[in-house]
């Protein structure tokens, strides 16, 4: 299981947009987001690229804590 920390969420909708973005990454599953830690946990299906994993955060307008 993989884990990322996410800035700027504030409430469940951003859980909820943030959940969305990871289900869309292909290789992702299992995804589970937790408001009040800040973090984001995840299965992967197969090697899926930290970077693209990042890059689905910001897109959904979410900063990735390194």
Do not use: F, Q, W
Request: include cysteine; hydrophobic fraction near 45%; proline fraction near 2%.
């Amino acid at each position: 299981m993989k884990s990322i920390k996410i800035k700027g969420m504030s409430c469940g909708h951003c859980v909820m947009a943030v959940t969305k973005a990871l289900n869309a990454v292909d290789g992702v599953r299992g995804v589970n987001v937790d408001l009040k830690s800040g973090m984001a946990t995840y299965e992967e299906d197969k090697a899926v690229d930290p970077d693209v994993v990042a890059a689905a955060i910001k897109k959904a307008g979410y900063e990735v804590v390194e």
